[in-house]
């Protein structure tokens, strides 16, 4: 089996920042399809679920953006971008039916929402929510940092790692306009709550990840609400003590595609460890390995095979694992490209579900964090960005690289794991 994704990275827009990969499922090998320049710091990257149009975050301070582009032909094609009145977008995610996207902007703390047309592309913003208050890390949690967003049972939960909870919100259709409905989660100070997971296996669970800590947190919802079930640390046993702590951050965590096994990386320690999930929702420790590089800010799960980006070291690596123990090996050799930082798979085009409910996965973001933020702001040789209603062109138009043999509009996997957008929320990755 051949698996297609897409990588972004923190290239700035005069290298090439976008590539599409494929994965060899028997062997583990890597061979690049192609890449574009054109685009600062598309450190996230999302699928629409009709195949045809992908957007990517623009992380900048203090104008952030989403970038929108055709996937009708081989190479993606820059369409044009929108201002999420916001500072160093991070992460993206879309409304079960694909009516909505989600840009979650970091150093401003703030969440904006993206109105899509029939076709997928966004039509204006309806609506930006400010969070305000800070945390007890006096550099990393000086303010709120909005890392994440998912859609869960109708709810868009909002991971904010500065404010130490995952506050959520309903979605108005009609007006586009969000509403507070409290927070669903609030962690012990310092926790940092980055990204989190879900999978149809484990219904009723929600698996955090703090990245200040290397925590990570079972969650069990108890009507409107969540309650700890659990807190095991996702550091190596070698990677231990309050210094090793310090000088971690917590980066990605997705599932298995069949549920049974759940992976977190970590920077710093530069591993990632693996969990086994029992039937009752609680992790067990399996197994931590090298990333195979510096700063494994976000992985793809695969088959047998987990591909790593390795912000800090420039590379791409592959981790094979057994699929019921859950051990893991990396395999020789790595892939270089510049500051890889978001794995994207590329998925069957099925129809969209009519109705909100349970959306797709999640993903990871942030690089080996600086003292005070692990989103590093670029300046942008792009001309300005377009708000409001978005235009139907531009000149802003990526050179492109191409590489060896015709890349299908998608490839055939099953489907069904977290980071699938037909799961009961965004991610992943995605």
């Given at each position: 089996?051949?698996?297609?994704?897409?990588?972004?990275?923190?290239?700035?827009?005069?290298?090439?920042?976008?590539?599409?990969?494929?994965?060899?499922?028997?062997?583990?090998?890597?061979?690049?399809?192609?890449?574009?320049?054109?685009?600062?710091?598309?450190?996230?990257?999302?699928?629409?679920?009709?195949?045809?149009?992908?957007?990517?975050?623009?992380?900048?301070?203090?104008?952030?953006?989403?970038?929108?582009?055709?996937?009708?032909?081989?190479?993606?094609?820059?369409?044009?971008?929108?201002?999420?009145?916001?500072?160093?977008?991070?992460?993206?995610?879309?409304?079960?039916?694909?009516?909505?996207?989600?840009?979650?902007?970091?150093?401003?703390?703030?969440?904006?929402?993206?109105?899509?047309?029939?076709?997928?592309?966004?039509?204006?913003?309806?609506?930006?929510?400010?969070?305000?208050?800070?945390?007890?890390?006096?550099?990393?949690?000086?303010?709120?940092?909005?890392?994440?967003?998912?859609?869960?049972?109708?709810?868009?939960?909002?991971?904010?790692?500065?404010?130490?909870?995952?506050?959520?919100?309903?979605?108005?259709?009609?007006?586009?306009?969000?509403t507070e409905r409290g927070k669903v989660f609030c962690f012990p100070g310092g926790y940092g709550p980055r990204h989190?997971?879900?999978?149809?296996?484990?219904?009723?669970?929600?698996?955090?990840?703090?990245?200040?800590?290397?925590?990570?947190?079972?969650?069990?919802?108890?009507?409107?609400?969540?309650?700890?079930?659990?807190?095991?640390?996702?550091?190596?046993?070698?990677?231990?003590?309050?210094?090793?702590?310090?000088?971690?951050?917590?980066?990605?965590?997705?599932?298995?595609?069949?549920?049974?096994?759940?992976?977190?990386?970590?920077?710093?320690?530069?591993?990632?460890?693996?969990?086994?999930?029992?039937?009752?929702?609680?992790?067990?420790?399996?197994?931590?390995?090298?990333?195979?590089?510096?700063?494994?800010?976000?992985?793809?799960?695969?088959?047998?095979?987990?591909?790593?980006?390795?912000?800090?070291?420039?590379?791409?690596?592959?981790?094979?694992?057994?699929?019921?123990?859950?051990?893991?090996?990396?395999?020789?050799?790595?892939?270089?490209?510049?500051?890889?930082?978001?794995?994207?798979?590329?998925?069957?085009?099925?129809?969209?579900?009519?109705?909100?409910?349970?959306?797709?996965?999640?993903?990871?973001?942030?690089?080996?964090?600086?003292?005070?933020?692990?989103?590093?702001?670029?300046?942008?040789?792009?001309?300005?960005?377009?708000?409001?209603?978005?235009?139907?062109?531009?000149?802003?138009?990526?050179?492109?690289?191409?590489?060896?043999?015709?890349?299908?509009?998608?490839?055939?996997?099953?489907?069904?794991?977290?980071?699938?957008?037909?799961?009961?929320?965004?991610?992943?990755?995605?």
């Open positions: 089996m051949l698996y297609d994704f897409y990588v972004g990275s923190y290239a700035p827009a005069d290298h090439e920042s976008i590539y599409r990969y494929q994965l060899n499922g028997e062997t583990g090998a890597l061979v690049r399809k192609c890449a574009i320049k054109g685009v600062d710091n598309p450190s996230w990257l999302l699928l629409h679920p009709n195949g045809k149009l992908m957007y990517s975050v623009e992380e900048l301070n203090p104008d952030g953006r989403v970038a929108v582009y055709s996937l009708e032909n081989d190479v993606p094609e820059y369409l044009f971008s929108l201002e999420t009145e916001g500072a160093d977008p991070c992460h993206l995610s879309l409304s079960p039916d694909g009516s909505f996207l989600f840009a979650a902007n970091y150093s401003s703390g703030s969440l904006s929402v993206f109105r899509l047309d029939s076709s997928g592309r966004p039509e204006g913003m309806s609506d930006c929510r400010q969070h305000t208050g800070k945390g007890c890390h006096p550099k990393r949690q000086e303010g709120p940092h909005v890392h994440f967003t998912r859609m869960i049972d109708g709810l868009l939960c909002v991971c904010d790692l500065g404010l130490d909870c995952i506050a959520a919100y309903s979605l108005d259709e009609a007006a586009g306009r969000l989190l997971a879900v999978h149809d296996a484990h219904k009723g669970f929600v698996y955090v990840i703090g990245e200040l800590t290397g925590d990570l947190c079972v969650l069990h919802r108890n009507g409107s609400q969540y309650e700890l079930l659990q807190r095991i640390s996702s550091l190596p046993e070698y990677f231990a003590g309050e210094e090793a702590t310090e000088e971690n951050t917590a980066a990605a965590i997705r599932f298995s595609e069949n549920g049974r096994l759940l992976f977190v990386s970590n920077r710093g320690a530069d591993s990632v460890t693996s969990f086994f999930v029992r039937a009752d929702g609680k992790a067990e420790k399996v197994d931590s390995v090298s990333s195979g590089g510096n700063g494994p800010r976000d992985f793809a799960v695969f088959g047998k095979y987990i591909v790593v980006a390795n912000q800090h070291s420039d590379n791409l690596s592959v981790l094979e694992f057994e699929p019921e123990s859950g051990k893991m090996k990396r395999l020789a050799g790595s892939e270089p490209l510049t500051k890889p930082a978001v794995i994207t798979r590329i998925r069957p085009v099925l129809p969209v579900p009519a109705a909100s409910g349970h959306a797709p996965a999640a993903s990871g973001h942030s690089g080996h964090a600086p003292a005070t933020s692990d989103h590093a702001p670029a300046t942008s040789g792009h001309a300005p960005a377009a708000s409001g209603h978005a235009p139907a062109a531009s000149s802003h138009a990526p050179a492109v690289s191409g590489h060896s043999g015709h890349v299908p509009a998608a490839s055939s996997h099953a489907p069904g794991e977290e980071g699938d957008w037909r799961l009961s929320s965004e991610e992943s990755g995605d």
